[in-house]
């Protein structure tokens, strides 16, 4: 039972790690784009 008990807390820490790969894979990615909501604003965007 001991042994489940910690694969099952394992497989918690694992399933957070692939969370957080998740969220910042897309920020790491160099063919995409940076996000509108991590550039700063410069206050630029609507001078056409």
């Known amino acids: ?5 910690k694969k099952e807390q ?3 820490k694992v ?3 692939v969370e957080a790969l998740r ?7 160099e063919d995409d784009p940076v996000p509108a ?6 206050g630029t965007e609507n001078s056409n």
Do not use: C, D, F, Y
């Open 15 to 17: 399933k957070q790690q």
């Open 23 to 29: 969220i910042t894979a897309p920020l790491l990615s």
């Open 1 to 5: 039972m001991e042994l489940l008990r």
């Open 37 to 42: 909501t991590v550039m700063p604003r410069t």
């Open 10 to 12: 394992e497989l918690s």
